[in-house]
């Protein structure tokens, strides 16, 4: 089945950005894409999400700093994150889902925000 390698995590001090890239090993056209993300003892939280119609959602600690895409061709999805703060820091994971028929997560790239 699809498998999906999140990268582009890593170190960064505050106010700088990151671009986080989920790559695909099948077509990804009819799935919506989600970010999520999971600090140190907390839970998972929806980052940003994009359907396969290219819809986006996006959590409200992040609107306005994080932009979600796509690019089918590449069978890849992407977070572009700005401005970003040390309560960003956390592990980052992909999905890919479709409603009732599919839902695979990536394994996680780390990301950390420190000065």
């Known amino acids: 089945q699809v498998q999906l390698v999140e990268s582009g995590g890593g170190l960064v001090q505050p106010g700088e950005s990151l671009r986080l890239s989920c790559a695909a090993s099948g077509s990804i056209g009819i799935y919506n894409v989600g970010w999520y993300r999971q600090p140190p003892g907390k839970q998972r939280e929806l980052v940003a999400s994009i359907t396969s119609g290219g819809v986006t959602n996006y959590g409200d600690s992040v609107k306005g700093r994080f932009t979600i895409s796509r690019d089918n061709a590449k069978n890849t999805g992407y977070l572009q994150m700005n401005g970003l703060k040390p309560e960003d820091s956390a592990v980052y994971y992909c999905?890919?889902?479709?409603?009732?028929?599919?839902?695979?997560w990536g394994q996680g790239t780390q990301v950390t925000v420190s000065s």
């Open positions: 999905n890919l889902n479709r409603r009732g028929t599919f839902n695979i």
